[in-house]
């Protein structure tokens, strides 16, 4: 028999509905502190929203993309639709290919991540250019790298919950 040779052989619960949008809203409120114009800040919401389209595609989908990236238009007073159409865009691809994405393990999801985080942050900046705005420049990318970087951790920290027991029997290794 053949083992898998990365992640955890247990059964997931199912994710609470009120645990996915209150991670969202816990990432909206992340993106809400001001950094000011620091490189290599990840777009929070981006991520978690890639995170729970690709784990919960039936839950979490384009309209929650639209609807928290409406939120993030208005708080930050930017183009209207910006983030919306960017958010709607990255859910789209992330729910296509979650099935895709969820038979590799955490490490190789990353690099299927990146793209759809360039992707996000590529529609957002042509937006901005399309209104007057200037290029910030090629650190304006970084964030999708660094938020790659914290897949990782958000995977186990996201996933935590599911991963409780609901009766413990010793006889039973899941």
């Known amino acids: 028999m053949i083992q898998p040779t990365h992640s955890s052989r247990r059964i997931l619960l199912p994710a609470r509905v009120w645990f996915v949008y209150l991670s969202l809203g816990a990432a909206l409120v992340l993106n809400l502190i001001p950094f000011g114009r620091l490189p290599g800040i990840p777009d929070w919401l981006a991520l978690t929203l ?3 389209c690709i784990h919960q595609p039936l839950k979490v989908g384009m309209g929650a993309g639209f609807f928290f990236g409406l939120l993030i ?10 983030h919306a159409l ?4 990255l ?3 992330a729910g296509g290919l ?4 969820l038979w590799f393990p955490v490490a190789q999801q990353a690099l299927h991540v990146l793209p759809l985080l360039l992707g996000a ?3 957002m900046l042509l937006i901005r250019l399309a ?3 200037e290029f910030p420049g090629v650190l304006y990318f970084l964030s999708s790298f660094i938020a790659v970087l914290l897949w990782h951790p958000l995977n186990y920290v996201l996933l935590l919950p599911q991963y409780q027991a609901v009766e ?3 006889n039973r290794p899941i």
Do not use: C, K, P, T
């Open 121 to 123: 942050q590529l529609v």
């Open 98 to 101: 979650s099935r895709r994405i």
């Open 168 to 170: 413990h029997d010793e």
């Open 73 to 82: 238009d208005v708080a930050n007073g930017s183009v209207m639709g910006q």
């Open 91 to 93: 859910a789209f691809a």
């Open 131 to 133: 209104v007057g705005a």
């Open 86 to 89: 960017a958010y709607v865009l």
């Open 50 to 52: 890639v995170f729970w």
